[in-house]
Every structure is written in C-alpha cells, then in structure tokens.
C-alpha cells in the first residue's frame, strides 16, 4: 500500500488555506520575511564582536523596537486595506455584470442590491444553510446554492415558515426541475467569477498596502523610533560622563605621610 509522503499533505493543507484568497497568503510571506529581515539583523547585532557593549546596548533595543514596527505595521496596515477593499465587494458597493445581471434576476423587490444581498443572507443564516453572515455577497450566493440542493418539500417548508415573505417569490418558483437547475447554473457561475473577482481585488490590494506600508509608514515610524533611543542613548552617557567628572572634581589628594606606615 502506498504511503502519502507528509509533506505533501501539508502542502495540500497549505493550497486548500490560500487557495481563495492569494492576498492573504502575500501578506502572511511579507510579514514572515520582514521576521526573519529582523531577528537576523538581531543576532548579528548580539554575535557581532567587534560592537562594542555600550553601542550594543542602544543598538539591541533599537532593532527590537524595528522588527516589531515592521512586523506590527506591515501586518496591520495591509490586513485592514485588504479588509476594507473586500467588504466593499462583500456589501455590494461595487460588483461585476454577471453578479449584478444575478441579483436583477432573482430580485423581486424595489429594494436596493445591498438590501437584497443582507435580507437573503440574514434568512440563509437563520436557516443554517449558511454558518454565519454579515450581509455578505458570497454568503448569498452559497446559501441560495444550498437551498437549491435541497428537494422541493424541504425547500417549500424552509420558505414558508420565514417571516419576511417578500422571499418566496424568489426561490418559490423554482417549482420545476428545470428551473432549478437554471437557477443553480446562474449561481453557480455567478458564485465563481465573483470569488476570483474578489481574489484578484484582495491581490491588488495586498500588493497596494505592502508598498504604502514599506515605502512610506514604516521607514517614518522606525526614524521616530530611532530618535528616541538614540536621544535616550545620549542622556545616559551625558550622565555618565558628568558623574565621572563629578568623582573628579572633588577627590582629595592624600597626603605622602601615610604612605610611610606599613602593617
């Protein structure tokens, strides 16, 4: 019997993880690589023998304040520009033809599209046949898909105990196979073309955010950082100085007497 090597079951988990979502994974390798960028920098800092131990001192601190400020604002800032640009889709504010020409389609109401998307989302959720939502646009399309699997009668029983019945003229009239099947191939297609308009948003958003956050925040943000150490390097050894000159100044010479007895 063949064995499956492990590693390719862990690649497999890892594809199945990013496989939708590629900005995701562009912003797990960034903030990975700027990681290891600075624990690097760290222990050649730490290694380094020809550093003196008052300059490692400031310099030690300093690159940990750095790979934290890299790490932290780099993760921070493109997760929520990515969030943010996703949720857009997600509500409906912007959306491809084929989504839009779907929502027309099996709209029945005067209600706008992020209405229709959040009251079919909220019923798909109150019926289990999503986990959760928050009006989501993809939470529409899988919750309409798994009703349409379902066979008529459990489909007839779903629809007629829901309170807003503005939503039975949707799905009611897929009464026929035929039917069905047309508006699960509408959904469908409608459900793919939409996740790889999103992928491909959350990409270009992912790369947008990672050249904001490397080019701009994080360089001005480490040079704060940095004057702040080096400005409380200086004090210590301003004090530093000024307590030796202190010991100086006010150390009294001994007198040759002394040194003539001897124990």
């Known amino acids: 019997m063949l064995r499956i090597n492990p590693y390719n079951s862990l690649l497999k988990k890892i594809w199945d993880y990013y496989a939708e979502d590629v900005g995701k994974s562009l912003i797990h390798l960034g903030a990975f690589g700027w990681f290891l960028s600075s624990a690097a920098q760290l222990g050649m800092i730490v290694r380094n023998k020809n550093i003196d131990k008052k ?12 790979g ?6 780099y993760y921070t800032i493109c997760q929520a520009i990515k969030k943010g640009c996703e949720q857009l889709l997600e509500r409906g504010v912007f959306m491809t033809k084929r989504t839009f020409d779907t929502i027309q389609a099996l709209k029945t109401t005067p209600n706008s599209n992020s209405d229709f998307i959040k009251a079919m989302s909220e019923f798909f959720v109150r019926h289990r046949l999503v986990k959760n939502s928050e009006g989501n646009l993809s939470d529409f399309y899988k919750g309409a898909i798994n009703l349409l699997n379902k066979t008529e009668k459990e489909r007839e029983k779903i629809l007629s105990s829901s309170k807003n019945r503005m939503l039975w003229p949707v799905f009611g009239l897929a009464h026929t196979t035929k039917r069905t099947k047309q508006m699960r191939n509408m959904l469908n297609l409608g459900l793919k073309e939409y996740t790889l308009f999103k992928n491909g948003v959350g990409v270009i958003g992912a790369v947008g955010a990672s050249i904001l956050a490397c080019n701009i925040i994080t360089p ?13 390097a200086l004090k ?12 100086i100044g006010y150390k009294l010479p001994v007198s040759n007497t002394y040194s003539q007895f001897k124990i």
């Open 55 to 66: 300059e490692k001192q400031f310099l030690i601190p300093q690159e940990i304040a750095d």
């Open 68 to 73: 934290v400020i890299n790490v932290g604002l």
């Open 220 to 232: 001005i943000t480490r040079n704060l950082t940095a004057n702040i150490y080096q400005k409380k």
């Open 236 to 247: 210590r050894n301003e004090i530093a100085k000024n307590a030796n000159h202190f010991q």
